[in-house]
């Protein structure tokens, strides 16, 4: 635990010399909504230890789009959760209230596998292979699509009819239709996995119409 937190907190300072600098963007991973042994640094951007944390803002607006970089390797989930989900799972989309890409290659909703990224040595990437779930539209089985590793920038785009990742601005074609109620940026860490949520300033441009999470004003 104690190696995870020193790369967790690499180049963050408590050094009461360092001007305190405020943030525009109120949105952040919130601390109120975290699993028992989760850690956030950065300003609220960066996760690491175990467990899940959610974004303290939902997803209301028409079209929202983050993005979540793979800082460091090791048991990891991105994707949306309502707040009733078990925030100290260290694997998304096990329940009912989260749908989740995971580091394993699935992605999940009520512990059901909606698709299995599949290792391909030949080709040196990965085979997207359906799982045939009626939620997915798409159902060819040689769909490629490289699982995301460390460095790699995932976005995130929910419109309340899709949720679409894609991987280094590139649309990975793994949408899910089954999210449902009020959801929040989610993100599972584990094994000394670290990721940063970006909320502003993307590294990629977002799908046409897509924007940054907006607060409602009832939240301010």
């Given amino acids: 635990m104690f190696c995870c937190l020193k790369s967790c907190v690499n180049g963050f300072s408590l050094t009461p010399s360092v001007p305190i600098r405020v943030k525009e963007n109120p949105i952040q991973l919130d601390t109120l909504h975290m699993g028992h042994e989760v850690v956030i640094v950065k300003g609220g951007q960066r996760a690491c230890g175990s467990g899940c ?6 997803l209301v607006q ?23 989900t078990d925030i100290n799972k260290v694997h998304g989309g096990v329940d009912k209230e989260s749908w989740c890409l995971n580091s394993d290659g699935t992605v999940r909703h009520d512990n059901v596998e909606l698709y299995q990224l599949k290792a391909a040595p030949e080709l040196q990437t990965d085979i997207l292979v ?66 940063d949520v970006i909320l502003d300033n993307f590294r990629y441009p977002p799908p046409n119409g897509f924007e940054k999470i907006m607060v409602e004003q009832s939240l301010l």
């Fill in 53 to 58: 944390v959610l974004g303290n803002a939902p």
């Fill in 62 to 84: 028409n079209k929202a789009y983050f993005e979540v970089k793979l800082q460091q390797g090791g048991v990891w989930a991105v994707g949306l959760a309502s707040r009733e």
């Fill in 130 to 195: 359906s799982t045939g779930s009626p939620q997915n539209h798409k159902n060819e089985d040689n769909i490629i699509s490289v699982m995301p590793v460390e460095g790699d920038v995932i976005g995130l785009a929910y419109d309340h009819v899709e949720l679409n990742f894609f991987l280094n601005g590139k649309n990975m074609e793994i949408p899910v239709r089954s999210v449902r109620g009020t959801v929040y940026p989610a993100l599972y860490v584990d094994d000394g996995a670290i990721l």
